[in-house]
């Protein structure tokens, strides 16, 4: 229940279209401008702003209109190119603070998790697609985006019937395996070539269907890249006795296993 009302209402608005700011003129019988004239998420079928002109100057600009309209003011059609051209204004203005606003929270939250990650997080699944799907953190009301090819896994296969990602992990004992290997001399890799493929036969990978709603634990670590020192990735929880090799310190590794 309220696991899917929280993924339905993040859809939802995630589907809703950016309010902007236009200038119809005149009055009009076409049926794009009846559209435009129409609020959609109060449900009203004429709407305009008449809040404080000290907070948007596009205020400003519809007081000043319904003032001349209650004064008797006759309406100038000159006036229709200036108007169009404040209202792209107000647009483009609003579309950069907004920009604006997105990046400050991302530099904020990447600081965070720089200073106190790796984080480890319940979420929700909100979109499964063939190489990655998303997820609603509710803590921090973000949607990420975990990639498969990010996690120590074997491989993955995606369902397009079911929209679900299967995952198979690589279990613990396939990467002491594999570093042990690594660390061996070339004759000695050789000769311990049959030994491996056994073992790892007797290793079979651990498989964890993810669709969406799924309740799954994310981990959030800082990247550091080059260029954006407050960089972060979001992966996925390795089930119980799967790797947990996401290039990780030892410290951290102990973090994401409690």
Request: with cysteine.
């Amino acid at each position: 229940g309220r696991t899917k009302a929280l993924v339905m209402a993040n859809k939802l608005m995630s589907c809703m279209k950016t309010a902007e700011y236009y200038h119809l003129g005149v009055k009009s019988d076409d049926s794009s401008a009846t559209a435009m004239r129409r609020h959609y998420a109060l449900n009203v079928e004429l709407y305009t702003h008449f809040t404080s002109p000290i907070r948007r100057y596009a205020d400003l600009i519809v007081h000043r209109q319904l003032l001349d309209s209650l004064a008797g003011v006759e309406w100038d059609p000159r006036l229709s190119s200036s108007l169009k051209d404040r209202a792209d204004q107000c647009n483009l203005m609003k579309m950069r603070a907004r920009r604006a606003g997105d990046a400050s929270g991302e530099l904020y939250f990447g600081s965070f998790v720089k200073l106190g990650g790796p984080l480890v997080e319940p979420a929700l699944v909100t979109e499964v697609l063939d190489q990655s799907f998303d997820v609603l953190i509710p803590k921090y009301s973000l949607i990420k985006r975990v990639h498969c090819n990010s996690l120590p896994l074997l491989n993955w296969r995606f369902d397009v019937a079911s929209r679900c990602l299967v995952l198979r992990w690589k279990l613990d004992d396939m990467d002491a395996l594999s570093d042990s290997v690594h660390s061996l001399s070339t004759q000695e890799k050789a000769s311990s070539a049959s030994s491996a493929s056994s073992a790892g036969e007797a290793a079979s990978p651990r498989e964890q269907a993810i669709s969406v709603y799924d309740k799954v634990t994310i981990v959030i670590r800082g990247e550091g890249r080059q260029g954006n020192p407050l960089s972060h990735s979001v992966y996925l929880k390795a089930p119980d006795g799967c790797s947990t090799n996401y290039g990780l310190s030892q410290n951290q590794k102990e973090t994401v296993r409690k």
